[in-house]
């Protein structure tokens, strides 16, 4: 866990904070990461998120590890909450629907488990989870570009706004710091001990 943080909090540093880029476009290349990361495309979501985050200007470093929120451990419960969502917007929903779909799900969970993380890079997986996206149909497309959305435009914000706060700051204690040299040293020398004789 202490590994996963400090892996966390050196990437939010160096490849964030400490981007060069402007503020904007390290924001929206969060945002869009968000977004694009939570619709139902896992497995081309890195090329689709470069390819607009290139036609966006964006800056495509940060959009990497944003945009493979789903991924082989995360994507059943994620799918599954999107699809509930959107299946309370379009009330689709009932007890024998969640329990159909919860099953489908289920199986591909099991699939990838038995093949182990190898099974992750085969083509049995992805022909199956092709044919569970188009099972799912609507609803799951829905609810993941709503999550997706409001994560995105949420995490636009935070992002902009920790970045210019954090250089603002840097930026004063830059100020600081340097003024502080300077008066250092204009500051008068101390008299020496044979000039205090002198004049004592």
Known sequence: ???WWKTGRRFLYRRILHADDTPHRIALGVGLATF????????????????VAAVLRANKAVCLPFVWITNAFTFVPIYWCCWKLGSVIL???????????????TRMQETLAASGIVG???YEFW?????L???????LWIGCGLVGLVGGVVLYLATRWGVVAYRTRRL??????DRDVNA??????????RLRRETA
Do not use: D, W, Y
Request: glycine share 14%; charged share 20%.
């Open 1 to 3: 866990m202490a590994g």
């Open 36 to 51: 694009i990361g939570l619709l139902p495309i896992m497995g081309i979501q890195t090329l689709v998120a470069l390819a």
């Open 91 to 105: 009330q689709t929903g009932g007890s024998a629907a969640e329990e159909l779909v919860a099953g489908k799900i």
């Open 120 to 122: 992750f890079f085969g």
């Open 127 to 131: 022909r199956q989870l092709g044919s």
């Open 133 to 139: 996206m188009a099972e799912l149909g609507i609803e």
């Open 172 to 177: 004063a204690r830059r100020i600081r710091r």
């Open 184 to 193: 250092r040293r204009l500051a008068p020398a101390p008299p020496t001990r």
